[in-house]
């Protein structure tokens, strides 16, 4: 008899010392960048690049960028909160107690990224690309994802029971994932599609 798994595990998220941030600018936002202990606040850029970018205990606050392209970018201790970000290249970067709230995302590619201890809090995310992504103490609370891919994921600990799911691509890969009894009762037809089951009254 297999054991019974253990209780899902929140993220653990370090508190964020806003009181000691520094003010950041436009001119701080370029590949390379080392960015720590600053806080963005209010920015709308149509374009930003923080491609292999090192972020640390920083704060962005009602930011808007249209696309952001930041590619093995590493975050660390940082908060995403409100905003608007319509196209985020995010591939093979690592996300480490990182929370994201109030934001709305158009289209994520995380493609390949490892994410320890993330919590997205009270987002609407149009497509979510977690492809051959490593995810452990993962949350989703209060969020609308219309499209997630978790093909080839590796999940420990992924919390979506907070999630309004609309379309799963990888049912196959969500292996750890945590999901309430009405996701499941939702993801039946397209888990016996996948598998090749007929089902008949």
Not at 104 to 129: H, P, Q, W, Y
Not at 142 to 153: F, Y
Not at 186 to 198: M, N, S, V
């Amino acid at each position: 008899m297999r054991p019974k798994p253990g209780r899902t595990r929140a993220p653990q998220l370090d508190a964020l010392a806003v009181d000691d941030l520094v003010d950041g600018s436009l001119d701080d936002l370029v590949p390379s960048a080392e960015l720590d202990g600053l806080v963005f606040r209010g920015l709308t850029v149509d374009s930003a690049d923080l491609s292999g970018s090192r972020v640390r205990e920083s704060l962005f606050e009602c930011v808007n960028v249209a696309v952001l392209r930041a590619p093995r970018a590493t975050l660390r201790d940082v908060r995403i909160e409100g905003g608007r970000i319509g196209s985020a290249d995010l591939y093979d970067g690592v996300w480490e107690s990182v929370r994201v709230s109030g934001c709305k995302l158009s289209f994520v590619n995380l493609r390949g990224a490892e994410l320890r201890d993330v919590a997205f809090t009270d987002c609407v995310i149009d497509e979510l690309d977690l492809v051959n992504a490593s995810a452990s103490r993962v949350s989703f609370t209060g969020c609308t994802i219309a499209r997630l891919d978790v093909q080839h994921t590796t999940s420990t600990h992924v919390d979506l029971r907070g999630a309004e799911l609309r379309e799963i691509v990888g049912v196959t890969s969500l292996r750890g994932v945590t999901i309430s009894p009405l996701q499941l009762s939702l993801l039946a037809p397209l888990l016996a599609d996948t598998l090749g089951i007929t089902v008949e009254g």
